[in-house]
């Protein structure tokens, strides 16, 4: 059966629920389709000790204060499911859970939404799928024939299920090193963390109020045709969130260079030593999860789908939301993907009533 909609958002995290708080005050007609069983996104498969770097009162989506957590300055991935379920709930937006699209493809005058509970044809479409459904992994030699277990950021929970065993944990951003320093801590679990390049952490006072307000000061900077400062980047890598910041006073953080490659049962180095390993971490990031886009044939340089603002360059009706600064400064984040769904709302809105 083919249903007809102004708006469809494919992706009901937090992006697309910003997509909906929006689309609802223009008063478009619009559906959520989130291929997630239960609201929460993303923030349901985390680790079990993940905080925010930021307060609650700093990690809000539009319209309502994440409220804060009892006993916590920063929340836990738990408390953001719970709030983003309320989200949902509070502004009744019309996420169909348990839906997954397969492919969006032009269709004269509409966009046709394929998934695998109907077709929706649809004026407009936001796309909000992120990344954690993506995992990269990393053409390491020797990746093959390792025994051992290979796992990404994306199946780990806690120390527990590594205790008395031997981890080398690879990745030197904020899930490197979180994972890294969770493992370390609990003191039952050998860890070795291995980075690409010496890991930068941010000084520690920096948490994600200051990261927004850099990332968007960058966004401004770069609009207005001034030179580019790197943003976050120019800071460091790293979040010194209170794990983290324990781990490495107490000398637990020491990174590695990249060992030159996996064997059967470890990892060999460039000056040909050996460390044995029982598990190896890929805490190596992610790519967009783009690939219901694909009949589209608009991605371009790395992966990307370029853009003006949200607005894919080479369809119009399309819009891309919370994928990373290429989509809006900090849209990734829980505060910064207001205002580009804002944005969005408005720009759909605008296109639909010329």
């Not at 930021?54 to 006993?71: F, I, K, N, T, V």
């Not at 994972?179 to 920096?206: C, E, K, M, S, Y």
């Not at 770069?222 to 580019?228: I, Q």
């Not at 190596?284 to 694909?294: D, E, Y």
Request: net charge neutral.
């Amino acid at each position: 059966m083919t249903q007809h909609m102004d708006v469809v958002v494919v992706g009901g995290g937090q992006a697309g629920l910003a997509a909906g708080y929006h689309l609802r005050r223009r008063g478009l007609d619009f559906v959520v389709l989130d291929a997630e069983a239960a609201p929460g996104g993303s923030w349901q498969h985390m680790w079990d000790s993940l905080h925010l770097f930021s307060p609650a009162e700093h990690s809000s989506l539009p319209g309502r204060l994440m409220p804060a957590q009892a006993g916590e300055i920063y929340p836990g991935a738990g408390h953001v499911v719970d709030y983003l379920a309320d989200y949902e709930k509070r502004y009744d937006l019309p996420v169909q859970h348990g839906t997954r699209v397969d492919a969006v493809r032009r269709a004269a005058d509409r966009l046709l939404v394929e998934a695998d509970s109907g077709t929706w044809r649809a004026r407009a479409v936001i796309s909000a799928t992120g990344s954690w459904s993506r995992p990269f992994l990393p053409a390491v030699p020797g990746r093959s024939t390792f025994t051992g277990r290979q796992l990404h950021t994306v199946s780990y929970r806690c120390p527990a299920d590594f205790a008395g065993q031997r981890v080398i944990v690879v990745g030197g951003g904020n899930s490197g090193a979180q994972i890294a320093a969770d493992l370390a801590l609990n003191g039952h679990v050998q860890v070795t963390w291995v980075t690409q390049r010496p890991p930068r952490f941010l000084p520690d006072d920096i948490d994600g109020r200051a990261l927004f307000d850099v990332a968007t000061a960058r966004r401004r900077a770069l609009d207005a045709g001034h030179s580019d400062t790197s943003g976050v980047a120019s800071l460091g890598d790293i979040v010194a969130v209170p794990p983290v910041r324990a781990a490495r006073d107490a000398g637990l953080l020491q990174a590695k260079p990249m060992f030159a490659r996996l064997t059967a049962d470890g990892v060999q180095w460039a000056d040909g030593s050996h460390t044995g390993a029982d598990a190896v971490l890929w805490a190596t990031g992610f790519r967009p999860a783009l690939s219901h886009l694909a009949p589209l044939n608009l991605r371009g340089a790395r992966g990307h789908i370029p853009t003006d603002g949200t607005r894919a360059l080479g369809e119009p009706r399309l819009h891309l939301l919370g994928y990373g600064d290429w989509t809006g400064p900090a849209s990734a984040t829980l505060i910064g993907v207001g205002r580009p769904a804002r944005d969005a709302a408005r720009d759909i809105a605008q296109m639909l009533s010329g």
